[in-house]
Every structure is written in structure tokens, then in C-alpha cells.
């Protein structure tokens, strides 16, 4: 693992080390530039000693008096401080300054000799053996109308260079250090400026990963770390009210779904359970939490619950199902489902909603069987009572005219309990049909001409026109007798509600997996507030109207029950005054 540093630790040296650099760089420049500036002025101070003797001299060799020539080098080399050469031709030394020049040897093979007797100016740095130090020596020609005849060089020691060298070598040296320590003094201060409030912003979110968003940061004066500080204060105030708001919001999804009657699970993608609330665990007896993080098929033995929650698993659609549990007495479960999604719509996995309907379910059979057995023993009472009316009124001479208004009154109400009863035992039969379904492939057309025969006579009766439309032949899987009996149903009300004269239209189209059969009418509408209620059993827009058209309350409620067992639904759009459009909607 690689160890971290402080920030004070990576900024501290790093500024430290680009000044030392810098300061380095500097004096190494300034060292090299001043040392070259120094050799320049030498050579150029002694280049112009040796020109300015070169002119005394030239007379003294014409006059061929080399002894002259020779105190003349020693006197000038007294008053300027070089040594001072004179060479002619030949490379014999005429006149030194430092030594006798008659027990010197030939100069002539010396570089800057040789230079200046081609014409001119030589120079070298070399050491003397005759002053056993490096020397600097410039040679200039002396020259009589172009022709070279002697040459006058000027030597300086190096060791006085070498000095004014070393001594501004020890100026730049302190002051470089000076500056270097200055440099890392407000190295150490801008460093510390910067780290320290990062270190208090680390201690910050130390804090803020803790669950303490009452501490608040200092706020420098620079502008980046400052804007940085606010952010985070904001960023935490702002964690503090969500984190609150959610609290929030789990206690009170909590404490809704610890109250709820129904149990609810939510199952991730691999079938384990993520949530469980009481009613979920006392449905299937198990203890509060103990399930949650477990597989569904470890937590619950039972194989339809566990396969409903394997195909809820694996649909986007909602599905519901009855399914039974054994637990000391039967038990049925309504279970429905539905995707459990995240952010994005992302699915998480299926969240599962089911409640104990043993009670209801037994109820409804109950209510079944009662009105079947009551419907069933009705009818032989009501045609015993049908048949003594009807045998009655054959008689009209016999009876007063008071006496036939009341037998056509109880005529027309056993007709209307008779059809009453009829409706009732038909859906009765509907509703315990489940599972003994003939559903098969089927073209709609047969069912439409045998709805529309079934009722020709009463659209005549009533001067209603049926007209159809739509496509011809169109497939779907149903029971035909079942269907029928719904078409035969709306297109009932169609006629009664509809106007003399006007138009019934039926239509059928194939909408992608699905076929569409609609009965449009031209009648008196119904108002929205009764379309939620409008398939419940007895219910009536108008009871009067409905009374007198010879409706029982039941057409409906009938349609609708054909339709869920044909897995398929019914559709209503209506506008009061224009009429109401009727969809059936049948799985192909």
C-alpha cells in the first residue's frame, strides 16, 4: 500500500525545491557570465598595454639597442602591474620584464607568438613555467609598412582573476542563501495557508461521514478554497435535510406498512427477499425479520407462491392470482405483483402485495350459491303464477274491467321477475364457468350475424338501424357462446336507448395482439360521475327509464364477467346528449 503524505509535506519541499533550483541556476549563469566578462576585459586591458607598447618599442628595435629594449619592459611592468615580452622575428627574446633575457629561450613556437607574427592579435592560458603559474598572455605584431618584425606580448597572472572570482563567488553565496531562506520562509507560510484549511475540511467530512452536519467550516479569503468551503456547508445542510427527510419518510412508510392488513415483500432479481412488513410475516408464520435476506423458496414452502413470484419476476406487466395455503386450514391468498423500479427506471426486482380473502371468497360463494338456489326455486312459483294470469285474462268477459288492470299489472312484473331471475342464473353460470371455458381460434363475423338476428325484430320494433363495419374475417381465441351473449347484451341497450330513426353502429378492428369490438349508439349519453359504477350489478343511470324499457340492472355486470373470463376487458366513452361507444376488447 503506498503510504500518503500531508499535502503541508508534498507543497513545503516542492517550493523549496524549485528555489534552490532557481537560486542555483542564477549563480551558475551569473558565475559563468562574470568569469567570461573578466577574461574579456583582461584580454582587452592587455591587448591595449601591449598595442600602446608596441609603439615604443617599434623605435627602440630600429635603433637596435636591446638593452633599452629590456628597461623599457621592466620599467612599464612596474607601472602597469603585467609582465612584459618582447620577441622579434627569429622568436629571440629582446627585453623581459621579470628576467634576464639573454638566458631565455626562443619563444618563437609560443601560440600567441606565433599568431602575432602572421599579422595578428594571440592570445593563451597556460602555465608558466618561468613564474611556475597560469598566465593569461596577449601578443600584438609590430608592423612598418605591413611587414612584421617583432612582436610585444603582456602577460597578467591568474591568480588575481582567480580572486575577484572567488569573491563575488562568496557575495552570491550569501545572498543566494538569504534568499533561500526567505524564499522558504514564505514558502512555509503559503504552504501552511494553503494545507491547513484542507486539513480542517478533511476533519470537516470526517464528521460529515459521521452523521454531524452541526459543524460548520471556516470560510478563508482565498477565493477557490474559500468557494470550496461554502460548498461543502451547503452540501451539508443540504445532506442534513434530505438524510431528515427520508428518515422521514421511511418511519412513515413503516409505520404504514406495519399497519396495513395486507402483506407486502419486495424481491430483488435473485429472488431474495428485501422487505417483509408484519402482516407478510404472520400470513406465512414467521418470525419479524427473520426472512428478510433469504430466498423466497428458503423462507416460504410453498411451491404456487413461489412460482407466482418466479413469473412476476420475469414480466413488466402487473399480475394477480389466487393461491392456497395450508397451514392447519385452507387459506387463499389474493397475491398481485408488480416491477420494482429505481432511478432511471431501472428494475430492482418485483414487489408483491397479497391479502388472506378466505372470508370474502367464501362470502361471494356463499352469495352465489344463494342467488342461484333462490333464482332456481323462484321460477316454478313465478310460472305457476305467469300461467293462472295468463289463463285468467283469456276469460276478459268474465271479469271487470278493474279486475284485468290488475292481472296485466301482476303479468307485467312476473315477466319482469321472470327476466329478472333469467339474468341472475345466467350469471350465475357465468361466474362458476372458470376453468370449463371452449376457447378457441374463431372468426368474429359468426358471432356479430348471430347477434344481429337475435335482435333484427327489436331494432325493427323500435326503427333502429344496425349497421356494420370494419374489417372482415379477423381472428380471435374466445368462447363464442360467451361473447355472444355480451354483443347480444350492449347491442340490447344500443337499441333501447337509442332515438327512432337513428343508427347503431358496430365495427370491428384488430388492434396489435388484441381485436376491438365497438357498439356505438346516437342515444342520451351517460354523464361521467356514473361511468366508475356503470358494471356494477342493479346499477342505473336512470331507474325510471330503465324500469320502464324493461331493464333489470344485471346487462352489464353480465358483459363484464363474459369479458374476464375471456381474459380480455370492456371499454366505455360516452358524451351525454351524443351517445356512448362500447368496446369489447378480445385476446387474439
Known amino acids: 500500500m503506498i503510504q500518503r503524505k500531508r499535502l ?133 605584431p609590430i608592423e612598418q609598412d605591413n611587414v612584421v618584425y617583432g612582436v610585444v606580448r603582456t602577460a597578467l597572472p591568474m591568480t588575481a582573476l582567480e580572486g575577484e572570482v572567488r569573491s563575488v563567488q562568496r557575495r552570491i553565496a550569501f545572498w543566494g542563501l538569504m534568499t533561500a531562506l526567505a524564499a522558504g520562509f514564505i514558502s512555509l507560510v503559503v504552504s501552511r495557508k494553503i494545507s491547513l484549511p484542507i486539513s480542517d475540511m478533511q476533519r470537516s467530512a470526517r464528521l460529515f461521514a459521521e452523521g454531524d452536519f452541526s459543524h460548520k467550516l471556516y470560510v478563508p479569503d482565498s477565493l477557490e478554497i474559500g468557494g470550496l468551503a461554502e460548498s461543502m456547508n451547503l452540501m451539508a445542510h443540504q445532506l442534513d435535510e434530505r438524510i431528515n427527510t427520508t428518515t422521514r419518510q421511511r418511519n412513515e412508510m413503516e409505520a404504514v406498512l406495519s399497519s396495513m392488513a395486507e402483506g407486502v415483500m419486495a424481491v430483488d432479481a435473485d429472488f431474495s427477499i428485501i422487505s417483509m412488513n408484519a402482516a407478510a410475516h404472520g400470513i406465512f408464520g414467521l418470525v419479524p425479520g427473520e426472512a428478510v435476506g433469504f430466498g423466497v423458496s428458503e423462507a416460504i414452502r410453498n411451491i404456487a407462491f413461489i412460482r407466482f413470484v418466479e413469473k412476476a419476476a420475469g414480466t413488466e406487466e402487473a399480475m394477480d392470482q389466487d393461491i392456497k395455503l395450508w397451514d392447519n386450514r385452507e387459506t387463499l391468498l389474493h397475491s398481485r405483483s408488480t416491477p420494482l423500479k429505481g432511478v432511471g427506471e431501472v428494475r430492482l426486482g418485483t414487489l408483491i402485495v397479497f391479502n388472506d380473502v378466505t372470508r370474502m371468497r367464501r362470502l361471494e360463494s356463499m352469495r352465489r350459491d344463494f342467488a342461484a338456489n333462490a333464482s332456481h326455486e323462484m321460477r316454478t312459483p313465478l310460472t305457476c303464477i305467469k300461467g293462472a294470469v295468463e289463463t285468467i285474462l283469456l276469460e276478459k268477459e268474465k271479469i271487470s274491467d278493474s279486475h284485468e288492470r290488475f292481472y296485466t299489472i301482476i303479468e307485467k312484473n312476473v315477466d319482469r321477475m ?106 342520451c349519453g351517460i354523464p361521467a360521475e356514473h361511468i366508475p359504477r356503470l358494471f356494477e350489478r342493479f346499477y342505473r343511470v336512470d331507474g325510471a327509464r330503465s324500469r320502464k324499457l324493461g331493464g333489470t340492472g344485471l346487462g352489464l355486470a353480465i358483459v363484464k364477467h363474459v369479458m374476464q373470463l375471456l381474459g380480455g376487458e370492456v371499454r366505455v366513452e360516452s358524451t351525454p346528449e351524443k351517445g356512448s361507444t362500447f368496446t369489447l376488447v378480445v385476446p387474439t
Not at 116 to 140: Q, W
Open 8 to 140: 503541508f509535506w508534498q507543497l513545503f519541499p516542492s517550493y523549496v525545491g524549485i528555489i534552490v533550483l532557481a537560486l542555483v541556476a542564477v549563480s551558475l549563469l551569473a558565475l559563468s557570465s562574470m568569469k567570461s566578462f573578466y577574461h574579456q576585459q583582461t584580454l582587452q586591458d592587455l591587448e591595449s598595454l601591449a598595442k600602446v607598447m608596441g609603439l615604443r618599442v617599434g623605435s627602440l628595435m630600429e635603433e637596435g639597442s636591446p638593452p633599452d629594449i629590456d628597461a623599457y619592459c621592466k620599467a612599464s611592468s612596474f607601472s602597469s602591474g603585467s609582465r612584459v615580452t618582447v620577441i622579434d622575428r627569429e622568436g629571440w627574446v629582446l627585453g623581459d620584464s621579470t628576467r634576464d633575457s639573454a638566458s631565455m629561450e626562443n619563444h618563437g613556437a609560443r601560440p600567441e607568438v606565433v599568431k602575432a607574427l602572421e599579422g595578428v592579435t594571440g592570445s593563451s592560458i597556460r602555465f608558466s613555467a618561468t613564474l611556475s603559474t597560469n598566465m593569461m598572455y596577449v601578443a600584438t
Open 418 to 523: 321472470s327476466h329478472l331471475i333469467e339474468d341472475l342464473l345466467e350469471l350465475s353460470r357465468i361466474e362458476q364457468q372458470q376453468g370449463s371455458l371452449s376457447l378457441t381460434p374463431s372468426q368474429v363475423d359468426g358471432v356479430l350475424e348471430t347477434s344481429l338476428l337475435l335482435l333484427a325484430g327489436s331494432a325493427e320494433a323500435r326503427e333502429v338501424a344496425i349497421e356494420v363495419t370494419g374489417d372482415k374475417g379477423v381472428l380471435a381465441t374466445f368462447d363464442s357462446m360467451l361473447l355472444e351473449r355480451a354483443v347480444v347484451n350492449l347491442l340490447d341497450n344500443a337499441i333501447k336507448y337509442s332515438p327512432a330513426r337513428s343508427t347503431v353502429t358496430v365495427s370491428v378492428a384488430k388492434v396489435k395482439e388484441r381485436v376491438e369490438i365497438r357498439v356505438s349508439d346516437q342515444g
